[in-house]
């Protein structure tokens, strides 16, 4: 089953507006990492913000947590046609039982459903 | 260097088939990690493999099973495949477990066709 649900699930705009990403999730977390997916292909890593992190940026990107809400966001700014692909927030649950108890899950993340991103340009 | 490599990158099965996937993870990741991704769909978690033990398992039937080999390279095998495998299966490796900063580097996928 997802962990998250994304919003919205397709996104147009034209080259040089921002993108807005939504993301929501249901259980506590160790972090919070958006994916970026072109055409069905395998999935690369964007950014990864921790649970005790409010805000981090990166080139273009900028991300928000909001653990009280259990939801995040991924700003793209001066978006180009080169940033037309699906992008997935996944998170990082934090394990209650077993010898990792507390701790990570040993990279089980959970991904949501993804909102496309179409760039026009 | 090369990256996460997987094989064969398309197949097709008929209903009933067994099938083999393969993964070599980067040089020096010793965690690899399997995922389903359906057509329209978010990766699901099948499994996750740290020196060469079990640490994870998605909620899969016992279809699905994994092993990983001395020199951390994966395994991904389903038997008696459904219409519903159809699907890209993804493989993940990382460095050894990091304490909340799991960043997994993805392969291209292998795409199965059950008919």
């Known amino acids: 089953s997802q962990q998250g649900e994304e919003d919205p699930q397709a996104l147009s705009i034209q080259e040089g507006e921002n993108a807005t990403m939504n993301c929501s999730y249901k259980?506590?977390?160790?972090?919070l990492q958006w994916y970026r997916q072109n055409s069905g292909r395998g999935l690369v890593h964007l950014i990864l913000?921790?649970?005790?992190?409010r805000e981090k940026h990166s080139g273009r990107l900028r991300v928000t947590l909001d653990t009280s809400k259990k939801s995040s966001s991924l700003l793209i700014t001066a978006s180009r046609a080169a940033d037309t692909a699906s992008y997935f927030c996944?998170?990082?649950?934090?394990?209650?039982?077993?010898?990792?108890?507390?701790?990570?899950?040993?990279?089980?993340?959970?991904f949501g459903q993804g909102t496309i991103l179409t760039v026009h340009p | 260097d090369a990256g996460v490599t997987q094989s064969p990158t398309h197949l097709i099965k008929t209903r009933g088939q067994h099938v083999t996937l393969r993964c070599s993870p980067i040089?020096?990741?010793?965690?690899v990690s399997w995922y389903q991704q359906v057509l329209g769909q978010g990766p699901q978690f099948i499994f996750q493999?740290?020196?060469?033990?079990?640490?994870g398992r998605g909620n899969f039937p016992d279809r699905f099973s994994a092993r990983q080999f001395p020199n951390y390279s994966s395994e991904l095998n389903v038997n008696a495949l459904l219409l519903g495998d159809s699907a890209l299966y993804l493989c993940?490796?990382?460095?050894?477990?990091?304490?909340?900063?799991?960043?997994?580097?993805f392969g291209a996928g292998s795409r199965l066709t059950v008919l």
């Open positions: 040089s020096g990741h010793k965690s």
């Open positions: 996944a998170t990082d649950a934090i394990s209650y039982f077993g010898p990792n108890a507390g701790g990570t899950s040993y990279g089980k993340l959970t």
């Open positions: 493999y740290y020196e060469k033990e079990e640490r």
């Open positions: 259980t506590s977390i160790n972090n």
């Open positions: 913000i921790r649970s005790n992190e």
């Open positions: 993940a490796s990382s460095p050894a477990p990091l304490r909340g900063a799991n960043v997994l580097t």
